[in-house]
């Protein structure tokens, strides 16, 4: 009886996840890009999520992420961005300033990133999230308390890419949270538009990131 009720429960619980995985709704979908959002239970800013094909192999695409020298040349509001610590090449510590609209104050974060790849399937994830503790705070300058980056790169053919990106974010500070969702939404999809064009100038040999 005591294991019918736990398996109960774990299903309850599995089932309870996925659905929360999957509660996205469809913002937009335009230019090549579906942007959706999700509603947090414990936050007022919404997670979102981008969707498009990007015209480059896994390799280039993977090769240009890791490489935070790059990020004010197509991040949206990159104002400044320098690389902290290189473990290894599938995994770094970078710091960055980000410029956020007036009146409101600019913020920065140090951000660690871990880079894996799937064996069997070549998909590729790349996981960002903030960490306290490695450069300090700045006067002028709000610091990012929270923030979760996902990217999952899954190789549709030598030239293209279909790319996931999904952001979380508490950027701190007193900000409209309507401001704060439609800032993250807008960025998101700008700093989309801009890879693209930058990958663009990325010559196919470059990018023999992964082995």
Known sequence: MIKKVFFSILLLMVF??????????????????????????DSKINAVKLESVFACSIAQLVAVIADVTSYDRWIYNSKSTRLLKQVSATELYYYSEVVFPWPTTNRD?????????????????????????????????????????????TPISKQETHVEYTLQVNPGGEIP???????????????????????????????????
Not at 22 to 40: A, F, P
Not at 131 to 152: A, C, E, F, Q, T
Not at 188 to 209: C, H, Q, S, V, W
Request: charged share 20%; glycine share 6%; hydrophobic share 40%.
């Open 177 to 211: 949270v309507m401001l704060i969702n439609s800032f993250s939404s807008t960025g998101m999809i700008k700093t989309f538009k801009n890879l693209r064009e930058y990958l663009k100038k990325i010559p196919a040999g470059d990018g023999n990131f992964l082995p």
């Open 109 to 153: 974060f140090v951000s660690h990133v871990v880079i894996d790849q799937n064996p069997t399937s070549k998909n590729v994830t790349i996981n960002a999230r903030n960490v306290p503790g490695w450069v300090p705070v700045h006067p002028n300058l709000v610091r990012i308390d929270y923030s979760m980056g996902k990217w999952i790169l």
């Open 16 to 41: 309870s996840v996925s659905d929360a995985q999957d509660d996205w709704k469809l913002m937009s979908d335009k230019e090549g890009i579906k942007t959706y959002s999700r509603k947090l239970t």
